[in-house]
């Protein structure tokens, strides 16, 4: 009886770790296959360092093929392209304004990576850019509204 008891007990631990498993699976699925289109997305990080003024740094994905966002100083627009269902990118060349910055700032390097966007990845909040394998950039969604024109 004890073991009948142990065993049904056992049974039911794993059918609940099981359950809460595949929950964070699917949830990290659905996160994973969302569009990047149709949110505007904050830098909080760059380069593994935060960014002190995260709101000075938006990127939108538009729904004919181009990106568009600001820098500290410029805006910068250029056409992208996903290339396949795991993540793959293709983002550039990318142009941007020519306005000059008083303070330094990463607006530069930010505008830079762009072209060497290999491969991006959504979690349940975040969009990440990776270039050479490794997080380049991190987002956070916005409120505000995506401006397609």
């Known amino acids: 009886m004890k073991r009948t008891i142990t065993i ?9 770790l ?3 498993c595949c929950q964070k699976c699917r949830k990290s699925r ?3 296959t969302r569009p990047i289109q149709g949110t ?6 760059f380069d593994g360092k935060p960014v002190d003024a995260p709101d000075k740094y938006e990127l939108s994905f538009l729904a004919d ?3 568009a966002g600001i820098g500290e100083c410029n805006r910068f627009f250029g056409p992208y392209q996903v290339v396949n269902a ?5 983002i550039g060349p ?7 910055c008083l303070d330094p700032n990463i607006e530069t390097e930010f505008f830079r990576m ?7 990845q959504l979690d349940e909040k975040n969009l990440y850019l990776f270039v050479d394998n490794k997080i380049k950039a991190v987002f956070e969604p916005t409120d505000k509204p995506v401006d397609e024109e």
């Open 30 to 32: 659905e996160a994973a």
């Open 8 to 16: 049904a007990a056992v049974a039911l631990l794993a059918g609940i």
């Open 65 to 67: 093929g181009r990106v």
């Open 18 to 20: 099981l359950t809460g």
């Open 114 to 120: 762009f072209e060497n966007v290999h491969l991006y």
């Open 86 to 90: 795991n993540g793959g990118i293709k």
């Open 40 to 45: 505007v997305w904050h830098l909080v990080e």
């Open 94 to 100: 990318v142009a941007s304004t020519m306005m000059a």
